[in-house]
């Protein structure tokens, strides 16, 4: 959508709001500390809505030591935001991963380091869940936490640390986000909510239920809650994609065009003088049409059907490799339980037990029709190459306009069917043995389970057919418009199966922690003394059963491409139903799933058994298993002083930490399984300092310094294995020596409070962080690779015995000759250099009761350092306004994020230019009237998402590149909330 669309759409859609509302402001929800413990009884105050909860966030956010931020519930079952993600947004240096297809918030990065980086714990305690970061079909089989999967309804707190104390476990060099859920001596008495929610995609066009109760129930020692949430959701999402762009190689043209060039066939061009990956066409055929003779195309022919073109700039003219108009249609259901016990035999003595479960179901078809240029060319089974004619060009060689003769264009469709489970038990004790003496711990167990069964159908339009593509690239449009010569929404064109490329997949996974941790806690004067052990076991299983053949051999029995037309189905309704300027063919055929279901038995196909898979999957997580196992022991002082009338507050500390890693992976050997399992071991001793002190009664100044780090992502640790060659010299591997990501940080900063909640804060701070990594190839003794000589095939025996000068029965009778034998490893290697990452942080929450009671305001600002890292914004933004007055609230925020580098040369044979997110923007609404009926507090609550109604977009190396484009649409949920 185009910045005059969005604008104009912006302001309807805030008008038809303030229209409904009745006028309105809003808020944002945070502020605040490291993660700290509950208050007693006696201090606890129990307030409710939106000003409270930043009325509790500043308050402890001035009360802390740490830098930190932390948002709080605004009553029992009812956070300020639709997920534990999206809650974390107008947190500064807070940004948030969403889901391109469904635009929700699903996982956090802390200052804008990747979310793997992040620390998440619930209550304490490691999280891992086995989910794959939404729709988007691109896994997540690294550290990061989906917080989808966990509704706010049964939370009443999240933490935001920014540095660390001794205390708290490692593992987050950016920081540590601790969620907390719901127990019943949070709000004494007998509580009962009822939620009940539908919810509105624009996108859709249809309403969603989620419902929540949450009920607890104190006696004098004992308390009691439980929870339930359900939410149903239907993903309507629409976009763009290419991956990537090229230009032509004109070797068939002129002999001095790209000489280095290679063809190995159906039209694939191998170039290693540039990013060439498809040839123009040298023949005319009769189906070529568009006016043109058939017969032989030369050099001067192509010239003369581009007028105004050079030979340099026909050779250097880029378009998509695959651009591909698509939709994502899906559904979701999520049910999630909770069970938080509490018993206090004593003032002296607390016990709770906290259990969690739930699951999730996805279905959705993500299908596309695209132009198919890649490997296209004199000799391909495409259409015998395109022929250009009256392209132009810009001042950087893209092409903005064209149409372009023996076009082809490819269906494809991916039907996913998910189910994720997971279930954490907690249980925890505090006693306070004497005056001063405190000891506490807990004992956890996470388990998670996913699988994704993934088929892929691929379809092609007819051979030697009249299809021509007209192809314009207008500046500021969010994607190119392609308009194809012949109707893609007519099943019976000709569409032939791909049959070479269909796919059916099954991705199993299962997660487990495992936790153990004990404090004691010795205060003494002014000084606290702590000191404690953890011991924590992560374990990670994916497993992928490949089902193409089998999907193959089926398909093609029982749908041959005669009765293809049976099975296709056409688009009733275009795509980009609102402002999306671009585009081009926004109906086409798309295979109905449940027919070719029943034509291929698909159940009984995704459950048999299949081939293991050993690469990535289709979904790109890789079939591997990591276990480790983790101690942990720190010793802590905190102290509080006062010096010239100044109370100052610090703490500091040392954390020693052991890892046990051991990785197992499959490889395909010789076409057997072998499976590679390796070891490894390692400690760290992490020291960490945090002061500050209380210049006045309404300024604090801060500072902090610490050492953290983050254990190496699992994906770039498997140890599969692959031999390139037939002599076993060269060779690919993951890297299970990988060494943990380290940061040295320094934060520097303080507030000015100037009332009850409002403040004003400015945070400096810098990270220097080590061990980043990058694939190269490397030379290692046979030996190291994890694999015996025997299990490698014939040739590359006898070709590794030769170059020692043996035969191969001398090496199978003593392996050892062959250890030192030299191999090409391309691996993944931890880089030597330093990364810097520097920020400010400005925050300003601003109660504006003197002008109008109830209305306020807060906002942060985050600007980042030049910094040679991914996925850093130049900076990050955010404005909440609120009014809260008598039975009225409403908060409507605004969140900007800026322009980022996200990659770097995303294919091989696309154009070598770094890839960018542009900037994104989002207005959020939430508001609500209260009343009394029926003896109960009820509310009718609104709350609308993405009201702007932006979309994400990507581009490489210049604006007119777009990479791709999701327009995830609008969300608006109205709902009916009581309470007692």
């Given amino acids: 959508m185009n910045s005059g ?115 998440v714990t ?66 004494k008495g007998e509580h009962l909510v009822l939620a009940a929610q539908g919810s509105y995609s624009v996108n859709a066009r249809a309403v969603s239920p989620r419902i929540t109760a949450v009920y607890s129930k104190t006696w004098d020692k004992f308390g009691v809650l439980v929870g339930y949430t359900q939410s149903d959701k239907h993903i309507f999402s629409d976009g763009f994609e290419t991956l990537g762009w090229g230009d032509p190689n004109l070797s068939n043209f002129c002999t001095g065009c790209d000489p280095n060039a290679q063809f190995p066939g159906n039209g694939t061009v191998i170039n290693p003088q540039g990013s060439n990956q498809f040839r123009f066409g040298n023949t005319i055929y009769g189906y070529t049409g568009n006016g043109l003779t058939p017969g032989t195309l030369n050099e001067a022919g192509l010239m003369a059907l581009n007028p105004g073109l050079t030979e340099t700039q026909i050779k250097g003219a880029v378009i998509p490799r695959l651009g ?130 993934v088929t892929f159908l691929k379809f ?36 032939r199966t791909f049959v070479g490329q269909i796919n059916m997949q099954l991705d199993k996974r299962n997660v487990e922690t495992k ?96 081939n293991v898979a050993v690469g990535n999957s289709y979904n790109g997580a890789g079939a591997s298993n990591i276990d480790e196992k983790i101690g942990g022991a720190y010793v802590m002082a905190s102290n509080r002083t006062t010096v010239a009338g100044i109370t100052i507050k610090s703490n500091f500390g040392l954390r020693y930490q052991t890892t046990d890693q051991t990785i197992t992976s499959p ?61 076993a010299q060269n060779a690919s591997q993951g890297n299970p020596a990988l060494k943990p990501y380290y940061s040295n940080n320094f934060d520097i900063g303080g507030e000015y409070y100037t009332g009850a909640t409002g403040y004003v804060g400015l945070t400096f701070y810098k990270k220097d962080i080590t061990n980043f990594t990058v694939n190269k190839t490397v030379v290692v003794p046979f030996s190291s690779i994890g694999i015996p ?7 590359q025996q006898n070709a590794m015995a030769v170059a020692i000068g043996k035969t191969s029965a001398d090496v199978l009778a003593n392996p050892t000759l062959v250890d030192n034998n030299p191999i090409n490893l391309s691996t993944t290697v931890n880089l030597s250099t330093t990364s810097k990452l520097t920020g400010q942080e400005f925050m300003w929450v601003q109660p504006l009761d003197n002008l109008v009671e109830g209305l306020g305001y807060t906002f942060n600002y985050t600007h980042f350092g030049k910094s040679t890292l991914l996925s850093i914004p130049n900076a990050t933004y955010n404005f909440t306004g609120y009014y809260e007055h008598g039975g009225f609230s409403a908060h409507i925020s605004y969140v900007n994020v800026g322009k980022m580098k996200i990659g770097f040369l995303p294919s091989a044979n696309s154009i070598p230019y770094d890839m960018y997110q542009t900037a994104r923007h989002q207005i959020d609404l939430s508001a609500a009237y209260k009343f009394k009926a029926f003896g ?37 949920i109205l709902g009916w909330r009581a309470q007692y």
């Fill in 789 to 795: 000589y025997s299990s490698l095939g014939t040739t």
């Fill in 936 to 972: 109960l507090e009820q509310s009718i609550t609104l709350d609308a998402t993405n009201l702007d109604n932006q979309g994400f977009r990507s581009y490489l190396g210049y604006d007119n590149l777009p990479y791709g484009f999701n327009n995830p649409g609008q969300t608006v």
């Fill in 460 to 495: 092609r339009t007819p051979f030697q057919s009249n299809v021509t593509a007209t192809y314009a690239n207008v500046s500021g449009n969010d994607m190119p418009t392609i308009t194809p010569s012949v109707d893609l929404n007519n099943p019976n064109l000709g569409w």
């Fill in 667 to 727: 490889s395909n050997i010789n076409n057997q399984i072998v499976s590679i399992t390796t070891e490894r071991k390692y400690q760290d001793y992490l020291p960490s300092f945090n002061a500050v002190a209380a210049v006045t009664d309404h300024l604090n100044l801060r500072i902090a310094a610490s050492k953290t780090m983050t254990r190496a992502n699992p994906s770039q640790m498997s140890s599969q294995l692959g031999f390139s060659d037939p002599g």
């Fill in 324 to 453: 591909r108009d698509y939709f994502l249609d899906g559904t979701g259901k999520n049910k999630v339980g909770s069970i938080a016990l509490e018993y206090r035999p004593s003032d002296s003595l607390r016990f709770n037990l906290d259990i969690l479960g739930g699951g999730a179901e996805r279905t959705a078809e993500r299908s596309d029709m695209m132009w198919a240029v890649r490997n296209t060319g004199p000799g391909d089974d495409y259409n015998g190459g395109m022929i250009p004619i009256g392209m132009k060009v810009d001042s950087n060689n893209v092409v903005t306009a064209g149409t372009f003769a023996n076009s082809t264009f490819f269906e494809e469709t991916n039907f996913y069917r998910d189910k994720t489970a997971f279930y954490s038990i907690n249980g925890g004790m505090v006693w306070q043995i004497a005056d001063g003496f405190k000891l506490d711990g807990n004992i956890a167990y996470m388990r998670s389970t996913y699988e994704r069964g």
């Fill in 515 to 610: 936790s153990a941790h004990l404090n004691l806690t010795k205060d003494w004067g002014d000084w606290t003394f702590k000191t404690g052990a953890a011991y924590d076991t992560y374990t990670r299983h994916i497993n992928i059963q490949d089902k193409s053949s089998a999907l193959a051999t089926a398909f093609t029995t029982a749908i041959p491409d005669s009765a293809l037309p049976n099975y296709l189905k056409t688009m009733k309704s275009p795509l980009y139903r609102d402002g999306v300027s671009g585009a081009g063919f926004n109906k086409f055929v798309t295979p109905d799933f449940d027919k070719i279901a029943a034509a291929i038995d698909y159940d009984k196909l995704i459950n048999s058994p299949g």
């Fill in 122 to 187: 619930m209550d304490g305690n490691r999280v891992a869940v086995a989910s794959d970061f939404g729709f988007t079909g691109s896994s997540s089989p690294n550290r990061q936490v989906d917080l989808d999967m966990f509704p706010t309804g049964l939370f009443n707190r999240v933490d935001v640390a920014k540095t660390p104390s001794a205390d708290a476990l490692e593992g987050g060099i950016a920081g540590t986000v601790n969620i907390q859920n719901a127990r019943p001596f949070d709000r």
């Fill in 5 to 119: 669309h969005r604008r104009s759409f912006a302001i309807r859609s805030a008008l038809l709001c303030a229209t409904m509302l009745g006028g309105m402001g809003t808020a944002a929800v945070h502020a605040q500390t490291t993660p700290a413990p509950a208050a007693d009884d006696n201090t606890v105050v129990v307030v409710t809505g939106y000003r409270a909860s930043l009325h509790s966030a500043t308050k402890a956010k001035k009360d802390s030591t740490n830098f930190g931020e932390t948002i709080f519930s605004e009553d029992l079952g009812k956070f300020p935001d639709l997920n534990l993600a999206e809650s974390m947004q107008r947190v500064p240096g807070m940004v948030v991963q969403r889901d391109a297809f469904t635009g929700d918030g699903a996982q956090i990065s802390v200052r804008a380091l990747p979310s793997a980086f992040t620390m």
